[in-house]
């Protein structure tokens, strides 16, 4: 399988530091999936940094569980950049 794109990478380094959790990388030949829980609480200017390093992916979104919230972001492996 190929590597993980330096752009997905990065992503998982900035959901790791802004919400202080590690981040899960699934691969598929055709995209890299990013995700990552969330705090409890997040901060406005936590938030804000998630909501902008999502916004680099091709999409993102966010999961609510019984057992807590997480986002993910997804990269498609033939997409320019």
């Known amino acids: 399988m190929p590597t993980v794109p ?3 990478v990065a992503l998982a380094g900035m959901l790791a530091a802004a919400t ?6 699934t691969e598929t030949p055709a995209s890299v999936r ?3 829980d969330l705090p409890n609480e997040l901060s406005p200017v936590i938030r804000s940094t998630i909501l ?8 993102y979104g966010h999961s609510r569980t ?11 492996r033939e997409a320019k950049r």
């Open 6 to 8: 330096p752009h997905a």
């Open 20 to 25: 202080s959790s590690k981040p899960r990388i």
């Open 34 to 36: 990013i995700e990552v």
């Open 52 to 59: 902008t390093a999502l916004g680099g992916a091709d999409r």
């Open 66 to 76: 019984e057992s807590g919230d997480s986002v993910w972001g997804e990269f498609d």
